[in-house]
Antibody, heavy 116, light 107 residues
Framework: EVQLVESGGGLVQPGSPLKLSCVASGFTLSSTWLNWIRQAPGKGLEWVASITPDGRDTYYPDTVKGRFVVSKDNAKNTGYLQMNNLRSEDTAMYYC?????????WGQGTLVTVSS | DIQMTQSPASLSASLEEIVTITCKAS??????LSWYQQKPGKSPQLLIYDATSLADGVPSRFSGSRSGTQFSLKISRPQVDDSGIYYC?????????FGGGTKLELK
């Protein structure tokens, strides 16, 4: 069974870093894209990062470029989202999702709250 | 960036109706369009990929179509369980962008 489980969310102060994890099971991360999507409270979905199967290429929207870094450890079958210099507008539920052209499987999400 | 304009923002439909939700892309995206359903407190679920292909396990009352840069999700004879928020996503070019969402209420 394909499963994605996020962790690492929490309450942090503005300017702080935070690292999210996404543990995959039922498939290997080395064979697929891994993506991160967030959803601010009561708002829509926003794509925030993607990494290619071989991990060589990463992609970000301008809203997080230079602050967020996506990576993965294929040996641990785990993906990561390192978030630096967090802002209040980064407050959201963060989901990891498997897939290239579409997101076939999603995790249950981990909540990040940025507040002083 | 490619903008995805989704409409309507909300709708209320009866169980006998055909529900149609549309997404219009600001430029050509070929068939790089997928649809998702999200229920309260849950993560989104894939319904349609490549504009018209039904995802595994999704009921056949859901269908997708394309006309140029306009994409539609149709639900034929919706069930009460189809209530939720629906999103489109373009994956033609980064940044991948979602539509604003459509909140569907079945009455």
């Amino acid at each position: 069974e394909v499963q994605l489980v996020e962790s690492g969310g929490g309450l942090v102060q503005p300017g702080s870093p935070l690292k999210l994890s996404c543990v995959a099971s039922g498939f290997t991360l080395s064979s697929t894209w891994l993506n991160w999507i967030r959803q601010a409270p009561g708002k829509g979905l926003e794509w925030v990062a993607s990494i290619t199967p071989d991990g060589r290429d990463t992609y970000y929207p301008d809203t997080v470029k230079g602050r967020f870094v996506v990576s993965k450890d294929n040996a641990k079958n785990t993906g990561y989202l390192q978030m630096n210099n967090l802002r209040s507008e980064d407050t959201a539920m963060y989901y990891c999702a498997r897939g290239g052209d579409w997101f076939a499987y999603w995790g249950q999400g981990t909540l990040v709250t940025v507040s002083s | 960036d490619i903008q995805m304009t989704q409409s309507p923002a909300s709708l209320s439909a009866s169980l006998e109706e055909i529900v149609t939700i549309t997404c219009k892309a600001s430029q050509g995206i070929d068939d790089f369009l997928s649809w998702y359903q999200q229920k309260p407190g849950k993560s989104p679920q894939l319904l349609i990929y490549d504009a018209t292909s039904l995802a595994d396990g999704v009921p056949s009352r859901f269908s997708g179509s394309r006309s140029g840069t306009q994409f539609s999700l149709k639900i034929s004879r919706p069930q009460v369980d189809d209530s939720g928020i629906y999103y489109c996503l373009q994956s033609y070019s980064t940044p991948w962008t979602f539509g604003g969402g459509t909140k569907l209420e079945l009455k």
